[in-house]
């Protein structure tokens, strides 16, 4: 069995700064991909960043030059800096990845909340 789990969530005021992490523990072969996404109330769920195995980073045009992703092979964790927070980050924010155990699946986080919020 696979898990992940995310850390890092919480209130923070507009401008500000929360760093997320994802674990991913279990079973592991091999992470192929590591993905944020978030879910806004009433909105549908949307790819935030992603990092794929070779390095490659891919972003949002809404987070672009403000949210950071990241990586650490050795401990199975990815993690998203976000910086210059607004009222419109506020979502619960989800990791997944693709991962190796006996095939390669999709795996989810429970989620995380972060409000953006004077």
């Known amino acids: 069995q696979v898990q992940l789990v995310e850390s890092g969530g919480g209130l923070v005021q507009p401008g500000g700064s929360l760093r997320l992490s994802c674990a991913a523990s279990?079973?592991?072969?091999?992470?192929?991909?590591m993905r944020w996404y978030r879910q806004a109330p009433g909105k549908q769920r949307e790819l935030v960043a992603f990092?794929?195995?070779?390095?490659?980073?891919n972003y949002a045009d809404s987070v672009k030059g403000r949210f950071t992703i990241s990586r650490d092979n050795a401990k199975n964790t990815w993690y998203l800096q976000m910086n210059s927070l607004r009222p419109e980050d506020t979502a619960k924010y989800y990791c997944?990845?693709?991962?190796?155990?006996?095939?390669?699946?999709?795996?989810w986080g429970q989620g995380t909340q972060v409000t953006v919020s004077s």
């Open positions: 990092i794929n195995s070779d390095g490659t980073i």
């Open positions: 997944n990845a693709q991962i190796l155990n006996v095939i390669v699946d999709d795996y």
């Open positions: 279990g079973n592991i072969r091999r992470i192929y991909v």
